[in-house]
């Protein structure tokens, strides 16, 4: 890595040599990156609090964490790096005021890193946390954020929820998340809020789910933060997750840096070599069209941002085609279905008269369950086929769409290096199952209720049960469908927050390499040929160079 810096260096790209070192140190300290990832409002910024046994990740009821942020051992501390280049030392426990979306909104402050440091037990072998924003926020930029970090990410602890367990575009993040890290596992948060069945039906559908889309049953702790934030250390899965953890560290840790060495090294190396690709071609452009070249690059930073908005107007208009498809596709069945499962609901409650009368309700629950699940499955394997036919046209339009506007730019001059097109995340075409789920305590009659039932007549409790039992086969037809709905805009925005941000890369990237090697360039032909002579033998040494430690570090 110290090699690769010094080539960064003396290409001019300081801001690969600066990744580089810092690769470096992680490599001499040994330390690892453990992200928490997941969906808004899940609990991750409390559940580092309880790792750490201190209350430095800030929580709240609104969206709170805007920025990542990496906690490590050391002295406490805590430096604040922004895009201007600035660094803050601040205290540990004020960082609120830095990546909370209420104290710095929209990221005004302009902040790009946020290193704490901390006397912990459980950092002090090298193991670094790390806390993302929450995916599926208002806040658009915040998931830009969380994607930006995967790829300096060793580990993942993926913390989901209960009702529903995982979303579509957890999943989607999930799959992206393990395919760059070598160990994960999945927490089930707040488990003290719900009821020990709907732990277990959560945990049976997530293992079933994750399995389905990644082919590997996954490693599932049901914890609550909160339980262990207040000192009960030894309340569920809490004593193994944090075995799991400390595992990493003692057991793992060679392993698991290795592969971020590996994994940086294609990163900046590649970044690296594109960096002087676009200086060859800008010292090997004719004289008279460069400063031409440089002015229209140094004056597209603007046309570059109405250009994502125009961009992502229009991708938005063909998710929301996409969606009312599928919806009005889901209603219909609601409505088509409805008399099929109240009739096999009828048929299997002839006998509700018999058993204690205050089970009745139960019964009639279950019973419409039964009903129901069969009919709302057979439609999910058969929605799925369109689902993803809908999901692959919308992703091929959102690709025509980017690779037209990318012309379009690339015709009014707005950058010589621009690409014809850009590589799109792959629609997860055939990926995608649904499975039959029952809301939360919806399939449950409370002892309050039951209480009740004790002393009303025989025939009222058996019309309420019927009435009770007719009432949940609905919704369970209507809420299943609601949900392919909501799985299908979560999957499409996920993929489209994907394309605007790759775009963005693209452009922004383009644009400052571009203007760095035309200003270099012109700097040369204005001092001679011989000066553009060398500096194109520097490129070629350094590509040289590059070529070289790639093919010793295998």
Not at 230 to 251: F, K
Not at 331 to 356: D, K, M
Not at 418 to 423: K, Q, S
Not at 472 to 497: C, M, Y
Request: with cysteine; net charge negative; charged share 30%.
């Amino acid at each position: 890595m110290h090699e690769l810096s010094q080539l960064a260096r003396h290409a001019g790209a300081s801001a690969l040599a600066a990744e580089a070192d810092r690769l470096a140190a992680r490599v001499r300290e040994g330390r690892f990156h453990v992200a928490c990832l997941g969906q808004l409002k899940r609990g991750k910024s409390t559940l580092i609090n309880a790792l750490l046994g201190e209350k430095v990740a800030p929580v709240g009821v609104v969206p709170i964490t805007s920025a990542v942020t990496l906690f490590r051992a050391g002295p406490p501390s805590a430096r604040i790096s922004t895009a201007s280049g600035e660094e803050h030392e601040v205290d540990p426990t004020a960082l609120e005021g830095w990546v909370s979306e209420s104290a710095n909104p929209g990221n005004v402050r302009g902040v790009v890193r946020v290193e704490v440091q901390l006397a912990s037990a459980l950092l002090a072998e090298g193991l670094c946390l790390i806390d993302t924003p929450g995916i599926g926020s208002v806040f658009e930029d915040h998931a830009a954020r969380t994607r930006e970090a995967l790829p300096r990410i060793d580990a993942v602890l993926f913390v989901i929820g209960a009702d529903p367990p995982i979303s579509g575009e957890e999943l989607a993040l999930l799959e992206r998340a393990v395919a760059e890290v070598g160990a994960w596992a999945v927490v089930l948060n707040k488990a003290d809020r719900l009821p020990a069945d709907d732990v277990r039906d959560a945990i049976t559908f997530t293992e079933r789910v994750i399995e389905d889309r990644l082919g590997v049953r996954p490693q599932v702790f049901v914890v609550s933060a909160v339980e262990a934030e207040a000192g009960e250390v030894e309340s569920r899965d809490w004593p193994a997750l944090l075995d799991w953890l400390r595992r990493l560290s003692a057991e793992r840790r060679g392993e698991i840096v290795g592969r971020a060495v590996e994994r940086g090294f294609r990163r900046i190396s590649g970044a690296l070599s594109a960096h002087l690709r676009e200086r060859r071609t800008a010292l090997e452009a004719p004289v008279g069209e460069l400063r031409a070249r440089l002015v229209a690059l140094e004056g597209c930073h603007e046309v570059a941002r109405r250009s994502i908005e125009t961009l992502g107007a229009r991708l938005v208009e063909e998710q929301e085609r996409v969606v009312r498809e599928v919806r009005l596709r889901c209603s219909a069945f609601a409505e088509r279905a409805a008399p099929e499962v109240l009739a096999s609901f009828e048929a299997q409650a002839g006998g509700l008269n018999e058993g204690a009368k205050w089970n009745l309700r139960q019964r009639a629950l279950g019973l419409a369950v039964e009903a129901a699940r069969p009919v709302v499955q057979a439609w999910m394997d058969e929605e799925v086929t369109e689902v993803e036919r809908a999901f692959g046209l919308a992703s091929e339009r959102f690709a025509a769409r980017t690779n037209a506007h990318l012309e379009h730019l690339a015709s009014e001059g707005f950058a010589a290096s621009l690409p014809n097109e850009v590589e799109l995340p792959e629609h997860l075409a055939g990926r995608t199952r649904y499975y039959f789920w029952i809301l939360a305590g919806l399939d449950r009659v409370t002892w309050w209720a039951k209480l009740v039932d004790l002393f009303l007549p025989r025939a009222m409790v058996r019309r309420r049960s019927l009435a009770l039992g007719r009432s949940l086969a609905i919704e369970l037809l209507e809420a299943n469908a609601r949900r392919v709905v909501r799985d299908v805009d979560e999957r499409l925005s996920d993929h489209r927050r994907l394309v605007e941000h790759r775009i963005q890369g693209v452009l922004r990237g383009v644009v400052e390499t571009s203007v760095q090697a035309h200003r270099g360039a012109v700097s040369a032909h204005e001092r001679g040929a011989e000066a553009v002579a060398e500096e194109l033998d520097e490129v070629s040494a350094l590509e040289r160079s590059i070529a070289e430690i790639s093919r010793r570090h295998g």
